[in-house]
């Protein structure tokens, strides 16, 4: 007899998808002309895994006040990767159409999760043709 795997539904499955679906639309827009006035709200975030190595990017909402940028996570527990920030890490940031370095760290709060950073440098001139190129 043959087992069969059945797929069950949960939150972090369809969190994920959907997240993944808004990520493929937002991040060419957000890099495009429009990007400016989008970039207003949603912020570009790319960084290095912690473990891999690997280059990420992903949508999120943020607010920023002065130099600092904070992005609250919501669904926290059904995300990870935030967790790439729970000791300092740096991140680069598109917002407003220009992009931003920084060392981000979560902030926790009772149940809530935020990402936090001071801003360093704008790449005006950064793409998302260009590679990322962020040092530990």
């Known amino acids: 007899m043959t087992s069969v ?50 280059p990420h990017q992903l949508v999120a909402l943020y ?3 002065g130099r600092t940028v904070r992005i609250e ?20 940031l598109r917002l407003e159409g220009a992009d931003h370095d920084g060392v981000a760290h979560v902030v926790h709060d009772g149940d809530r999760v935020r990402v936090m950073t001071e801003l360093d440098r704008v790449h005006e001139t950064h793409t998302s043709r260009h590679p990322l190129r962020l040092r530990p």
């Open 73 to 92: 996570v919501g669904m926290a527990e059904s995300k990870t990767w935030w967790r790439n920030f729970e000791e300092p890490h740096p991140i680069r």
């Open 5 to 54: 795997r059945v797929r069950t539904f949960s939150v972090a499955n369809a969190v994920a998808v959907m997240n993944g679906v808004a990520n493929r639309f937002l991040i060419p827009l957000l890099h495009s002309s429009a990007g400016e006035r989008l970039g207003r709200r949603f912020a570009v975030v790319e960084y290095l895994g912690r473990r891999t190595g690997q």
């Open 63 to 65: 607010v920023a006040e």
